[in-house]
């Protein structure tokens, strides 16, 4: 079935960068784009970039600019996000989601909790 | 990109209706019919419930429907059930190839 896995929980210092990656399997992966939202906890859903799988191109809220590196190997079927200078407002949950057709993201991960702390 | 507003709760008893607002601008949800929306149970992925204003995914029930109306979408559960019980955000694509999400609204099932 169609469905996107990520990696663990990972739990890093102020400062520290942090590589979640989201693996896709049920579907061809170069198909669609693929998305990375993320969620404080108790808060609501922020939309943090999307990749294409198939150029490699990639877009960015103005937010994460400079910070943010989204990357992928079509080999695996797997996707990269990473992002760097980590602060304590990083503490999130991480999801990657499909993108389907205009501005609909149809298949979640399960999402990655990471942890930002001294 | 500032988020789209949406009430913080509703609630109303089983076999009721409630309607959820999401209102942005002309830069966003009044300008694109990319207008998504998602529910999220406490401790788990969102899970897309309504595409492109009011198109259902296979296997949403069709109590679930979404409507827009200039820059304010909205989301109306009908017959509503306890397993409804949870929090909704909506979605937009926006003018700046970006997108952004509501503010979610906890749906309470009385």
């Known amino acids: 079935q169609v469905q996107l896995v990520q990696s663990g929980a990972e739990v890093k210092k102020p400062g520290a960068s942090v590589k979640v990656s989201c693996k896709a399997s049920?579907?061809?992966?170069?198909?669609?784009?693929l998305h990375w939202v993320r969620q404080a906890p108790g808060q609501g859903l922020e939309w943090v970039g999307r990749i294409d799988p198939n150029s490699g191109g990639t877009n960015y809220a103005q937010k994460f600019r400079g910070r943010v590196t989204m990357t992928r190997d079509t080999s695996i079927s797997t996707a990269y996000m990473e992002l760097s200078r980590l602060t304590s407002d990083d503490t999130v949950v991480y999801y990657c989601?499909?993108?389907?057709?205009?501005?609909?993201?149809?298949?979640w991960g399960q999402g990655t909790m990471v942890t930002v702390s001294s | 990109q500032s988020a789209l507003t949406q009430p913080p709760s509703v609630s109303g008893s089983p076999g009721q209706s409630v309607t959820i607002s999401c209102t942005g601008t002309s830069s966003d949800v009044g300008s694109y019919n990319r207008v998504s929306w998602y529910q999220q149970p406490p401790g788990t992925a969102p899970k897309l419930m309504i595409y492109e204003v009011s198109n259902r995914p296979s296997g949403v029930p069709d109590r679930f429907s979404g409507s827009k109306s200039g820059n304010t979408a909205s989301l109306t559960i009908s017959g509503l059930q306890a397993e409804d019980e949870a929090d909704y955000y909506c979605?937009?694509?926006?003018?700046?190839?970006?997108?952004?999400f509501g503010t979610g609204t906890k749906v309470t099932v009385l």
């Open positions: 979605s937009s694509y926006t003018s700046s190839s970006t997108y952004v």
């Open positions: 989601a499909r993108g389907y057709g205009s501005g609909t993201f149809d298949i």
């Open positions: 049920g579907y061809t992966f170069t198909g669609y784009y």
